[in-house]
């Protein structure tokens, strides 16, 4: 099979040519207008699949069909916004041909469009999908699970790409050309419009068991499913989908420029595109981490009920994302399952099953939530399926919905420098000891808050968790008096890890760097419930250190 990309030495058409490349008996043919760029770039691709370079303009499509006569032809190029008088030139081209086409397209208007080609498509026997990227095959597959068990009729979704992902130059004009601008929508069941990032929302994106991401701002995206994802949800009312970039300061800039552009629309940012890729490779900090997120909101046995879809992708497994569903489609194809012809959206060519074998050996995860009903523990409600993976003892102890007292043996090591004692004995942590007797107990109230009161040798210390919210949303919320921390609750295997991420004191946010780090860990280990806590502060050292094993007793 043999596959011309055009931009293929791009951000996006790269990045499918390096998924491919493991496919032996596949030619890819990477295009653009540079031919030593592409060259470059054929040069450091590694695996089965043949890759060469070749000189194609949007202009000349013709012409190369004629002379590589390609079986697909994928256009990772764009910004599809600004194709002009006829941005569905390369399409016609491949129909006229009887080439295969696929493309990346991120706006609304080019992906709705292209169903006009329909029957010329269906006549000539091939496929014409415009879309094949996150927005919208993913998010429309996410919705059609959703509607196995609720009737839809609110949808919100969202992408937060990783901070170290720089946009590519077409990506950025592109969204700087709609900025401030109107963006069709559908709003209370009736055709409307948003501003392109001006409109905002708030999310946290938290996969169940998983490190979640801070609260983000997303602001307002044109993307295809704003135009093409109502088709498929005849009840939809409302749709809206945005995207949280970081840095944040950054992107609260990039909100700024787009509600001025909307007041004074003859401003253009376009032109500043160069700029602000060279500010955000420059400036770019944080985790190397993305996410992703779907909400929707109906009816389920005539009541309202909501379902969320949150995934979380590490390091630089992220930014491929938007290229594998053209690896997806390609593979269908070598697999003998490949789209029926006509021209359309490619909103129904991947299932999530498909995604999954997509994913598979990479740091990539989803999760859904909104199946826990709200009167359940604090540690279920924040797990949701996850819990279920829990050793059953772990489970056990965070599951039960009654007051539950649990004893025990602990070994503590104390705080490693005198200033670290102090501080320990501030919040009441037990001394050190080799063995001393421990007992821990668990109050739960009605609002959904857990008291533990943990007892070393007669020493005892209290402390309340519940469900964070703000900046600790998606958190556990841990307080000691005027001190708060959020934590993070990851399942890791059968046993349960707790991280902290945030903390303040009466309120005041503390800095990140001194927070206190540490580990925690709750583990089932020859039938008995284990826990290990360390915890420790920049520059002072470890404050306590306590671990030992325990057993449900009988409650008071």
Same mark, same amino acid.
């Given at each position: 099979m043999k596959?011309?990309?055009?931009?293929g030495?791009?951000?996006?058409?790269g990045r499918l040519?390096?998924?491919?490349?493991?496919t032996?008996?596949l030619?890819?043919?990477i295009?653009?207008r540079?031919?030593?760029?592409?060259q470059a770039?054929?040069?450091? !691709?590694i695996? %089965?699949?043949?890759?060469?370079? $070749?000189?194609?303009?949007? /202009?000349?499509?013709? &012409? +190369?069909?004629?002379?590589?006569?390609?079986?697909l032809?994928?256009?990772?190029s764009?910004?599809f916004?600004?194709?002009?008088?006829?941005?569905?030139?390369?399409?016609?081209?491949?129909?006229?041909a009887g080439?295969n086409y !696929?493309?990346? %397209?991120?706006?609304?208007?080019f $992906?709705f469009?292209?169903? /006009?080609?329909?029957? &010329? +498509?269906?006549?000539?026997?091939v496929?014409?999908?415009?879309?094949?990227?996150?927005?919208?095959v993913?998010?429309?597959?996410?919705l059609?699970?959703m509607?196995?068990?609720?009737?839809?009729r609110?949808v919100?979704?969202g992408?937060?790409p990783?901070?170290h992902a720089?946009?590519g130059?077409n990506?950025?004009?592109?969204?700087l050309?709609y900025?401030?601008?109107?963006?069709?929508?559908?709003?209370?069941?009736?055709?409307?419009?948003?501003?392109?990032l001006?409109?905002?929302?708030?999310?946290?994106?938290?996969?169940?068991?998983?490190m979640?991401?801070?609260p983000l701002?997303?602001?307002?995206?044109?993307?295809p499913?704003l135009?093409v994802?109502?088709?498929?949800?005849?009840?939809?009312?409302?749709l809206w989908?945005?995207?949280?970039p970081?840095p944040?300061?950054?992107?609260?800039?990039l909100i700024g420029?787009a509600r001025l552009?909307?007041?004074?629309?003859?401003l253009?940012y376009?032109?500043l595109a160069?700029l602000?890729r060279?500010?955000?490779?420059v400036l770019?900090?944080?985790?190397?981490?993305?996410?992703?997120f779907?909400r929707?909101?109906?009816?389920?046995?005539?009541?309202?009920?909501?379902?969320?879809?949150?995934?979380l992708?590490?390091?630089d497994?992220?930014?491929?994302?938007?290229?594998?569903t053209?690896e997806?489609v390609v593979?269908r194809?070598?697999?003998?399952?490949p789209?029926?012809?006509?021209?359309?959206p490619?909103t129904d060519?991947?299932?999530?099953?498909d995604?999954?074998?997509l994913?598979a050996?990479?740091r990539?995860?989803?999760g859904?939530r909104g199946r826990?009903?709200?009167?359940?523990p604090?540690?279920?409600?924040?797990?949701e399926?996850?819990?279920?993976?829990?050793?059953?003892m772990v489970?056990?102890?965070?599951?039960?919905r009654?007051?539950?007292?649990?004893t025990?043996?602990?070994?503590?090591?104390g705080g490693?420098?005198?200033?670290a004692?102090l501080?320990?004995r501030?919040?009441?942590f037990?001394?050190?000891?080799?063995?001393i007797p421990v007992?821990?107990?668990l109050?739960?109230s009605q609002?959904g808050?857990?008291?533990?009161?943990?007892t070393f040798?007669?020493?005892r210390?209290?402390s309340?968790q519940?469900?964070?919210?703000?900046?600790m949303?998606?958190?556990?919320?841990?307080?000691?008096g005027?001190?708060?921390?959020g934590?993070a609750?990851l399942?890791c295997?059968d046993r349960?890890?707790?991280i902290c991420r945030k903390?303040?004191?009466l309120?005041v946010?503390v800095?990140?760097a001194?927070?206190?780090?540490?580990?925690?860990?709750e583990?089932e280990?020859?039938?008995?419930?284990?826990?290990d806590v360390?915890?420790?502060?920049p520059l002072?050292?470890r404050?306590v250190h306590y671990?030992?094993?325990?057993?449900?007793a009988?409650?008071p």
């Amino acid at each position: 099979m043999k596959i011309l990309i055009i931009g293929g030495y791009g951000t996006f058409g790269g990045r499918l040519a390096e998924l491919l490349m493991d496919t032996g008996g596949l030619e890819i043919l990477i295009a653009g207008r540079n031919l030593d760029r592409a060259q470059a770039f054929c040069d450091g !691709l590694i695996g %089965a699949a043949r890759a060469r370079p $070749v000189q194609v303009s949007r /202009d000349g499509i013709g &012409a +190369a069909l004629a002379t590589h006569r390609p079986d697909l032809v994928v256009d990772a190029s764009g910004p599809f916004q600004t194709y002009g008088a006829d941005p569905y030139g390369v399409v016609r081209a491949c129909i006229g041909a009887g080439v295969n086409y !696929l493309d990346l %397209a991120d706006g609304s208007d080019f $992906v709705f469009g292209i169903s /006009d080609l329909d029957e &010329a +498509a269906r006549k000539a026997g091939v496929f014409a999908l415009a879309g094949a990227s996150s927005f919208p095959v993913l998010t429309a597959a996410v919705l059609r699970r959703m509607s196995q068990d609720i009737d839809i009729r609110t949808v919100t979704g969202g992408i937060a790409p990783s901070p170290h992902a720089i946009m590519g130059p077409n990506v950025m004009r592109a969204v700087l050309s709609y900025a401030g601008r109107p963006v069709k929508l559908v709003r209370d069941g009736q055709p409307g419009a948003g501003r392109g990032l001006a409109d905002t929302c708030r999310f946290t994106v938290s996969p169940p068991g998983q490190m979640p991401l801070p609260p983000l701002i997303f602001g307002l995206v044109d993307v295809p499913d704003l135009q093409v994802l109502p088709r498929s949800l005849p009840g939809l009312q409302s749709l809206w989908m945005g995207a949280g970039p970081s840095p944040v300061w950054i992107h609260r800039c990039l909100i700024g420029l787009a509600r001025l552009r909307a007041r004074i629309p003859a401003l253009n940012y376009v032109p500043l595109a160069g700029l602000f890729r060279t500010v955000l490779r420059v400036l770019k900090y944080g985790e190397h981490r993305g996410g992703m997120f779907v909400r929707a909101e109906g009816l389920r046995n005539g009541l309202g009920a909501a379902r969320e879809w949150h995934l979380l992708a590490e390091g630089d497994d992220g930014p491929y994302i938007p290229s594998m569903t053209a690896e997806g489609v390609v593979r269908r194809i070598l697999a003998g399952d490949p789209p029926a012809p006509g021209a359309r959206p490619a909103t129904d060519c991947l299932e999530l099953d498909d995604y999954d074998r997509l994913f598979a050996g990479r740091r990539i995860s989803y999760g859904w939530r909104g199946r826990v009903d709200g009167d359940a523990p604090l540690y279920a409600r924040m797990l949701e399926g996850a819990l279920a993976n829990l050793s059953p003892m772990v489970r056990a102890l965070h599951d039960d919905r009654e007051t539950a007292r649990w004893t025990g043996q602990a070994t503590v090591s104390g705080g490693s420098t005198l200033f670290a004692r102090l501080i320990a004995r501030l919040f009441g942590f037990p001394s050190a000891a080799d063995t001393i007797p421990v007992t821990v107990e668990l109050g739960r109230s009605q609002n959904g808050v857990e008291v533990w009161t943990r007892t070393f040798g007669g020493k005892r210390f209290h402390s309340s968790q519940r469900a964070g919210t703000g900046r600790m949303e998606r958190l556990i919320e841990e307080r000691f008096g005027p001190f708060r921390f959020g934590l993070a609750v990851l399942v890791c295997g059968d046993r349960l890890e707790l991280i902290c991420r945030k903390m303040s004191v009466l309120g005041v946010p503390v800095p990140g760097a001194l927070i206190p780090g540490g580990h925690a860990f709750e583990a089932e280990e020859d039938g008995n419930f284990r826990f290990d806590v360390r915890i420790a502060l920049p520059l002072v050292g470890r404050i306590v250190h306590y671990q030992g094993r325990l057993e449900r007793a009988e409650t008071p």
